[in-house]
């Protein structure tokens, strides 16, 4: 059986008819679906272009293909395709196929939709709140409160309609957005780190606080969702006491001049590096293992993958208190969003005692073990199959039938 996935991510088509990201998920993403369905029809926007960017990764290729949706940005670029955007996603699942949807999404919802019209069974992961996504100075729409009463309650009604629905958390989308009484309901995270993603040992902080202290973020700069302009603002706060301190972000989108000219502004350009996208793996870990703290002052998220990554190299953070981050870090190491003042002093506390660090390292190294390959693979496999099983009957019956819930 095919198994036919949505996705918001945006990908690259050269003339060879290859796909390609500069992000995650990419090809070894999507071949976890190949150990319960026979191949994965991955539904994306595509761009076409003459060649893909400079450390690009293939998404298509063995077991997985790309169904491309006309490529958009933004509202008003969806509002004038959306007609064919609708068309075209309606068209990228056969009746016999399984579908899953990764939701919040506009192209999730143009699918949930043509199934339900067909009496046709689905399932969802949930892998962010948009709710959160529409808050207060998140988005700057003029339509942000309407786009947040109506997005909340489309993911509702999506998960109240699947046959089996998967949460990237423990317990805050679940409450948020629950799924039918007779649904099969799964918490597992879209993050799987490999062995090699994990350092051996927690940091040893015996020698006292450097003068030169590194901290360092990861995450789009499409939006300011990830806060980073919150971040930036804390950093002439931080140099009062720590002279030495500078910023590393890694990550690309257009909302990076308007960072750098804030930098200047504030004064701190000189502490603040832009390095772009650092591809996942070995690049990215020795990053991480370069700097003293991570910080993550989100304004919504839903797990994030960042954190955990930075989590399993044994580096201490500081996050918002938003979306699944307090599943990750304790109450002391959170602040509220958009809160320089807040997040300083955090950071500060932080950074001025090395036995909180030394506890945060090895915390967080433990609390990133959750998230390996091992632990997470059975639990992903149980979902998919039960994705598949609902197909399968009602392919056999006509009919749909909801699974019973899992004990």
Known sequence: MRVVVTHESRYIRTPDGRVWTQHQPDYPIWRRYLTVFASVRVVARVLDRPEAPVGSLRVDGDGVSVWPVPYYV????????????????????DPDDAVILSAPSILASHLAGAR?????????????????????????????????????????GECGGAVGVSYVTRSYLQARYPAADATRMTAVSDIELPEAAFVPHPRRYDEPSPAQVTLVSVGSLEQLYKGIDTLVEALPRLAVDHPGIRLVHAGTGRMRDRLVRLAADLGVADRVSFPGWVRPGPPLQALLDRADLFVMPSRTEGLPRALVEAMARALPAVGARVGGIPELLPADDLVPPDDPGALATAIHRMLADRVRMADASARNLARAGEYSRTVLAGRREHFYRDVREATARHAATGVRQLSAPRS
Do not use: I, K
């Not at 068309?87 to 699942?93: C, E, G, L, Q």
């Open 116 to 156: 339900r019209r067909q009496g046709l069974p689905y399932g969802v992961q949930v892998v962010g709140d948009p709710y959160d996504v529409f808050a207060p100075g998140v988005v700057r729409h003029p339509a942000r409160p309407l786009l947040r009463r109506l997005y909340r309650a489309r993911l509702r």
């Open 74 to 93: 933004g509202p008003w670029q969806y509002l004038r395709e959306r007609a064919l955007v609708a068309r075209v996603v309606a068209d990228s699942a």
